[in-house]
Nanobody
Framework: VQLQASGGGLVQVGGSLRLACAGS????????MGWYRQAPGKGREVVSC????????YVADALKGRFAIDRDNVKKEGYLYLENLQEGDTAVYYC????????????????WGQGTQVTVSS
């Protein structure tokens, strides 16, 4: 069961990125997907999540309007779209998956990708 996050990089303030999370094995199909981030010196926080079918989506209130989530169940990939990036968005972004009911609680997500670094500079 594996998840592989990619797409991070160095961008300037106002820039955009698309993060991807590729699933293998049983890590993706039929599972909710969540994105979390951890900024330097801070705890990991929820960014966004999406249901297994893709019909229900959540984005943290502070990020609505700039971040969006989607998934392609045929390709077994999830996506996090980051727009109008700010320095405060600098963090390692992680994707995670779980079965069962909707949850934002990190400990309820048993499968995690390795993280992808997003650095926003002015």
């Amino acid at each position: 069961v594996q998840l592989q996050a990619s797409g991070g990089g160095l961008v300037q303030v106002g820039g955009s990125l698309r993060l991807a999370c590729a699933g293998s094995g049983s890590a993706f199909s039929g599972r909710r997907m969540g994105w979390y981030r951890q900024a330097p010196g801070k705890g990991r926080e929820v960014v966004s999540c999406i249901s297994a079918e893709g019909g229900r989506k959540y984005v943290a209130d502070a990020l609505k309007g700039r971040f969006a989530i989607d998934r392609d169940n045929v390709k077994k990939e999830g996506y996090l779209y980051l727009e109008n990036l700010q320095e405060g968005d600098t963090a390692v972004y992680y994707c995670a998956s779980k079965t069962g009911v909707s949850s934002l609680v990190q400990s309820e997500y048993p499968y995690w990708g390795q993280g992808t670094q997003v650095t926003v500079s002015s």
